[in-house]
């Protein structure tokens, strides 16, 4: 117990955490500059609330649930932005001299100081929970942050970090200053209430007697707005002027790319599409956040023991690590947290993409271009003759891409990239049927990983359900699962929606062990395959969700949306 004191030792003696998982904690916080409450609740070893009720016992400070608290009533101007973001606190409430701050952690004395020093009042720690205090953090920030610009007022529009794309916009807009203004207010607005609401995807979609936009958040599309439908083209045409589109073509596909700054710090990508339909042109969004690719492995939703097989997999010089799903289902992600784990000054990696969705710096990313005759094959190529180490294919589509790719994973290098499959078998049969030899496909590929993306309970308003033990059996839980089983269901509440905030991996990660290698070799299907990979232990899609469900990460409908039996 010697390598740990105060609060980690604590939870260590009250049987919260172990020793190992303590110090795992203590240096993640170390290493990322996290205080020791933040790392743990982010490591998933302990819940907030357990480890604020005994910080607080610990060093004799009040407990708040800030869940009760009315933000209108604190103090906006006493504490600067740049010390709530840089401390992670927030101020409660003045009594006089005396200043109340909510914090997780009462261990980060410097916070208490330098608040201190900058308001010259008498700072009185309160302890609340960690998850809630990040939450009403960020939610503060972004009510505060000028750069998103209050709608009603003076703001309109947002900053583009485009030279090009700016000065194509003002030149629009010269034509039309007094009848576009509005139109500006409301493109910017649907921008970055879909940043704000964590979404996904934007779709701006007109139809015979009506105009809808919907944003995809959590998986799942939701109506937001409803203007007139007269206002289609002048839509349409701000959306094609901010990504660099021509606005006198609307009679094929376009793409473009919008690049925004929401504040000093921060800026969000948007790849946009356009398409003709019998009403006007639809034009879809899709926001890429870089911060995505920055989560780290423990945030995807990966089991112990399959986030030990990607690691491994990863650590191995050669060979090919393949992602699978539909659209949607988080394989980019998946691929750049490997990427980022493999992205060290010694490493050469190179990636080949359509489009380019996250930039790494350290990381050489190819757009291709099938017009100009660069598509996945030509720039895999180029990639063999610039030493590489490390090579990410944005999809194997052809059977030329997939042998430059296994070729590269026989002769010493690491190879990443996605299928568009509904299972990890399933695509080593597809790779059979592209026309790649058994023998190749059984050498070559070290790693599939299957998964989807379910909606993640809210911690908030989550309940138990109340499901028969016979409905659950059929659902495919077996006895000893439900014996330990934590099975909840949504309700909804002020933080979520419709009872769920975020999202969750779910995976069949299979490791290509000798027996499934054989039956490769020896032309088998995907079912074969499939029961091998059940008798090695590795879990299909179906189990993984279940298993999601019986932790209460997920619901047992939310299981069924995204899985079947």
């Known amino acids: 117990m010697s390598a740990i004191s105060g609060l980690p030792k604590r939870l260590v003696e009250q049987n919260l955490i172990s020793q190992e998982q303590a110090a795992q904690i203590v240096e993640t916080s170390r290493k990322e500059k996290l205080s020791f409450v933040s790392a743990a609740v982010k490591s998933g070893f302990i819940k907030a609330r357990p480890v604020a009720v005994l910080a607080s016992e610990e060093f004799g400070l009040p407990l708040l649930d800030l869940a009760a608290f009315d933000f209108e009533l604190a103090p906006q101007e006493l504490v600067s932005q740049h010390l709530i973001e840089k401390h992670r606190v927030l101020p409660l409430f003045s009594r006089g001299t005396r200043l109340y701050i909510a914090q997780s952690d009462p261990s980060a004395m410097l916070a208490i100081d330098e608040i201190k020093f900058n308001t010259g009042m008498n700072i009185e720690p309160v302890l609340v929970e960690e998850d809630k205090l990040s939450a009403a953090v960020d939610k503060f920030l972004s009510a505060n942050d000028?750069?998103?610009?209050?709608?009603?007022?003076?703001?309109?529009?947002?900053?583009?970090e485009d030279p090009e794309a700016e000065a194509k916009k003002r030149e629009a807009e010269q034509d039309n200053a007094g009848d576009d203004a509005p139109i500006v207010k409301f493109v910017n607005k649907m921008l970055l209430d879909a940043i704000k609401q964590g979404s996904s995807d934007l779709h701006f979609e007109p139809y015979e007697k009506r105009y809808r936009v919907r944003y995809r958040t959590d998986g799942v599309l939701h109506e937001v707005a409803s203007p007139p439908v007269n206002l289609a083209g002048k839509i349409a045409a701000r959306l094609k002027v901010m990504s660099q589109m021509d606005i006198s073509e609307r009679r094929i596909p376009q793409d473009g790319r919008i690049k925004m700054k929401i504040s000093k710090n921060k800026a969000i990508d948007f790849r946009v599409n356009t398409l003709p339909t019998l009403f006007g042109e639809k034009i879809v969004l899709r926001i890429l956040d870089p911060s995505s690719a920055q989560l780290g492995i423990d945030m995807l939703g990966y089991e112990p023991e399959q986030k030990a097989l990607y690691m491994e997999a990863l650590g191995k010089p050669q060979g090919m690590i393949l992602v699978t799903g539909p659209t949607g289902s988080g394989k980019t992600v998946s691929l750049y947290t490997g990427l980022n784990i493999?992205?060290?000054?010694?490493?050469?990696?190179?990636?080949?993409?359509?489009?380019?969705?996250?930039?790494?710096?350290?990381?050489?990313q190819v757009n291709v271009n099938a017009r100009v005759g660069l598509d996945f094959a030509s720039a895999l190529r180029s990639f063999l003759r610039q030493d590489p180490d490390v090579v990410m294919v944005g999809e194997i589509r052809d059977l030329e891409t997939a042998s430059i790719a296994i070729k590269a994973a026989q002769t010493g290098h690491m190879v990443m990239s996605t299928l568009h499959t509904n299972s990890a078998p399933e695509t080593l049969t597809r790779l059979a049927n592209m026309g790649v030899p058994n023998f190749s496909i059984a050498t070559s590929v070290s790693l599939i990983i299957a998964q989807r993306l379910a909606r993640r309970l809210c911690s908030n308003c989550k309940v138990p359900a109340e499901i028969p033990e016979p409905a659950l059996l059929e659902a495919g839980f077996s006895k000893e699962q439900l014996a330990e089983a934590e099975i909840f269901k949504p309700v909804g509440c002020d933080s979520c929606k419709e009872g769920f905030k975020g999202r969750v991996g779910i995976y069949e990660v299979v490791k290509i062990t000798d027996a499934i290698s054989r039956i490769i070799m020896q032309g088998g299907n995907a079912i074969e395959i499939a029961d091998a990979a059940r008798k090695e232990g590795f879990n299909d899609l179906r189990t993984s969700a279940l298993m999601k469900v019986a932790q209460g990460i997920t619901s047992l409908e939310e299981a069924n949306r995204v899985t079947t039996d």
């Open 342 to 364: 493999l992205n060290v000054e010694g490493t050469n990696i190179s990636t080949a993409e359509d489009p380019v969705e996250i930039n790494l710096e350290g990381i050489n």
């Open 146 to 160: 000028n750069s998103f610009g209050d709608f009603d007022g003076e703001l309109d529009d947002v900053d583009l």
